[in-house]
């Protein structure tokens, strides 16, 4: 399948020779409800009953004093305390301050929806907030090890091949730019006779990566069956729990719930795109420090194409 590629370099990797890791800083940034949730089992009966009246009355707490969540929740102020700590919080204020953080953020980013007297401005905060909102949502719940136990296997592939429609074939055409530079012999279906014929010619060395906003496309579930069939590894990046997860080999799970209405923006494209670049900079990280001599002829083989400044 020729595709028209823009070659231009689609991310910077700095690969140290000495020890072959990728630099990084990783970020456990949490709401404090979540955290709550995180650290209820470890808590005493009495902290059990603050956490338990704060996640059902998180909106009335904000605005209590001390004594006032004490009587409400049938504990004394020191169980408060104790709350508190337990949740990475030095006191009754500063978890005041990052539960009303929550909810600013519950409020003012959530769902939104552009009305009709919305201005241009309004437009692009909503759509801007919303989709940065999501991609926190998609970095928090998605499992390193997916990510990992995936790049493992297309580093190896001998065909990797990435099916989708509609939208997610948007995102295959995105990755096949990047895998396509990684000398993996790389193609994009986005048409399911396409798929059906392509699928009947793999074997247990070949891996397809289906992509599906829904995870319940039809004839994205027949490729991705017919595939394993004749032996292809299968991964997904779909919703938990979805028909195109379950039947995947290595699912990677992208759980964004997406509204219909017209002006709603498709933030699960742009979610798609992250884990595209993670999965493509892994295993660019596998290659080791001499693959980036490649990466640099490719970069220099396209100069010449690009007008002077």
């Known amino acids: 399948m020729l595709v028209e590629q823009d070659l231009e370099p689609c991310y910077t990797l700095t690969i140290s020779k000495m020890d072959n890791t990728v630099s990084n800083s990783t970020s456990t940034s949490h709401g404090i409800l979540a955290t709550i949730e995180q650290f209820r089992s470890s808590m005493r009966k009495s902290e059990v009953k603050v ?5 059902a009355n998180s ?3 904000i605005h209590m004093r001390i004594v ?3 009587q409400e929740a049938l504990v004394s102020e020191p169980t408060i305390v104790r709350f508190c700590r337990a949740i990475q919080c030095n ?3 500063e978890f005041k301050v990052k539960l009303a953080q929550d909810l600013a953020v519950a409020n003012s980013i959530g769902q939104f929806a ?3 007297d919305d201005s241009i401005a ?5 759509v ?3 989709t940065i909102q999501r991609l926190h949502e998609v970095k928090d719940q998605l499992l390193p090890h997916q990510v990992a136990k995936a790049s493992s296997v297309i580093s190896q592939a001998r065909r990797l091949e990435f099916y989708g429609f509609g939208a997610s074939a948007a995102v295959a055409t995105d990755a096949l730019h990047k895998f396509f530079r990684l000398q993996i012999a790389t193609a994009t279906y986005s048409d399911p006779h396409m798929q059906s014929m392509s699928a009947v010619t ?3 060395q070949d891996v397809v990566v289906a992509i599906s906003q829904s995870g319940r496309t039809k004839d994205l579930l027949h490729s991705v069956k017919l595939a394993q069939t004749y032996g292809a590894t299968v991964i997904s990046m779909s919703p938990e729990g979805t028909p195109i997860s379950l039947a995947a080999d290595i699912p990677i799970y992208i759980n964004i719930e997406e509204d219909t209405d017209q002006f709603t923006p498709m933030t699960s494209r742009i979610a798609h795109l992250m884990v595209i670049d993670m999965l493509a900079i892994a295993v660019t990280q596998r290659r080791g420090p001499d693959f980036i001599q490649h990466l640099d002829a490719i970069k220099q083989s396209i100069r010449s194409l690009k007008l002077e400044n």
């Open 51 to 55: 956490a338990d009246y704060v996640i």
């Open 59 to 61: 909106s009335s707490v």
């Open 68 to 70: 006032d969540l004490a």
């Open 91 to 93: 006191g009754f204020q």
């Open 114 to 116: 552009i009305v009709e």
């Open 122 to 126: 309004d437009i692009c905060e909503k």
């Open 128 to 130: 801007a907030d919303t």
């Open 202 to 204: 793999l074997n247990e």
